[in-house]
């Protein structure tokens, strides 16, 4: 459910036409919904709320939109962030997320980065190595402080999605290897600067199918079973992200957040434990679209291309992943034709969709992606030296721009002219 629907023949976001919005910002533009981001947060915390022991935290994976104003959204409901880089936890801080209701995670982080994890007051690092147990061992204990450290496991639990945002299986470079995440517990009770309060895990992104990740909780279960017999209290246990979302109306549509609290239910029954959640993309996805205008139509050999002026480098979804995003007119019509929908970097795979079946369009025509609130603007590059495009937020009948266009000059002006030359 979203807030872009065709009012009086154009498409609005919320209250604004996104027409009228190109005509102010120019094209390629993001714009994100505040009431769909609320909504989305709400039915989450709401579905979730009452599982485990304690207050669950719903930890918003910001990777998936660090935008200031998104984060600024979110934290006004209460949610906490999953972060996984300076950048990242000083956004979170920022947009004014508690610092006890951020969990650090990520495979290498280093240690100026503990540091500021540590100096902020987060509720808790989630460890991936041993190597990062005594890394954070040494950084806690300069700074005479007693982390809250969770240890995250990489199950062996394959989720069943495309294989590059698969984080689960026994090969991913993720967790900690579950056999071995008993001893890595141990190793870091070991330290007086660490204080191991939990177990992690998170196997995987754009997830459809929930047995993989009950699979994977009733692991983690079994894992803190084991460490509380051995003495060792284990108060939060971090089931992770990866809830999917619809992005084409012709699939079947990934289980509803309140499919999956049931199966949390089901799985976490009896547990004694803090559960938190680091949902990303079931937040955003559906918040955002990327407005873009239609340059020029151009007939191949066999193929009819649309060009458009947005490209791979302001989203690269569908040339990374094959990922399909809607293709829709701002102004829909009748009339279809079958096109590839192209952007204009120099590389064959700047390509949105290939012969796709869509609204017949020509020189001018605006058109939304859809589905691009997550991992969208946020994977953008300056490719072909082209400016990143700005991110629009609107709420009710309000809008901001509230990440703005950079400008080639300003581009060029981070580079300077070696010495010699
Ligand atoms: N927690 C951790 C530790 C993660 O690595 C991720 C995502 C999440 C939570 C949030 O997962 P979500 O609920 O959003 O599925 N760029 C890819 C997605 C990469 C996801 C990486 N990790 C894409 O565009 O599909």
């Not at 954070?136 to 204990?141: K, P, R, S, Y």
């Not at 062996?156 to 999605?161: D, I, R, S, W």
Request: net charge negative; glycine share 10%; aromatic share 6%.
């Amino acid at each position: 459910m979203d807030h872009f629907e065709i009012r009086n023949g154009v498409m609005h976001a919320e209250d604004v036409s996104l027409e009228a919005l190109a005509e102010r910002v120019g094209t390629p533009f993001y714009c994100y919904s505040s009431a769909t981001i609320e909504r989305h947060y709400k039915v989450f915390a709401e579905a979730v709320a009452g599982l485990g022991d304690g207050d669950p935290l719903v930890a918003f994976a910001v990777k998936a939109n660090p935008n200031l104003s998104v984060l600024a959204t979110l934290a006004k409901l209460g949610a906490g962030a999953d972060v996984v880089s300076g950048g990242e936890l000083a956004r979170a801080l920022a947009a004014g997320v508690p610092a006890n209701r951020i969990v650090f995670s990520g495979v290498g982080k280093q240690p100026h980065e503990m540091a500021a994890g540590i100096e902020a007051g987060i509720l808790q690092f989630n460890v991936e190595s041993e190597a990062e147990i005594a890394m954070l061992a040494e950084v806690a204990a300069a700074h005479d402080a007693r982390v809250d450290i969770a240890i995250r496991v990489n199950p062996a639990v394959e989720p069943g999605t495309h294989a590059k945002i698969s984080t689960g299986g026994q090969d991913s470079k993720f967790g900690i290897p579950i056999e071995r995440a008993h001893a890595a517990f141990v190793m870091a009770a070991g330290h007086a600067s660490l204080n191991p309060v939990g177990v992690a895990a998170h196997i995987g992104s754009q997830l459809t199918d929930l047995s993989p990740i009950e699979s994977c909780i009733v692991r983690l279960g079994a894992l803190a079973d084991g460490l509380r017999a051995a003495g060792h209290p284990v108060t939060r246990i971090d089931v992770g992200g990866g809830l999917g979302v619809p992005y084409r109306a012709d699939q079947p549509a990934p289980p509803l957040p309140s499919a999956y609290a049931a199966m949390v239910a089901r799985a976490t029954r009896g547990w004694s434990a803090r559960l938190l959640f680091e949902p990303g993309r079931m937040i955003v996805g559906n918040a955002g679209v990327l407005v873009s205008t239609v340059i020029l139509v151009k007939a191949g050999t066999t193929k009819t291309f649309v060009v458009a002026d947005a490209g791979m480098n302001d989203l690269l979804r569908p040339s990374l992943y094959g990922a399909w995003h809607d293709i829709r007119t701002l102004r829909p019509r009748a009339d279809r034709m079958v096109a590839t929908v192209v952007g204009p970097v120099c590389e064959s795979g700047d390509t949105f969709a290939d012969d796709r079946d869509i609204e017949s369009v020509t020189t001018g025509d605006r058109i939304a992606f859809m589905t691009a609130g997550a991992y969208a603007a946020t994977m953008a590059s300056t490719y072909n030296s082209r400016p990143l495009v700005p991110e629009v937020m609107v709420s009710g009948d309000r809008w901001a721009v509230v990440s703005e266009r950079n400008q080639p000059a300003a581009m060029l002006a981070l580079d300077t002219r070696a010495p010699w030359l």
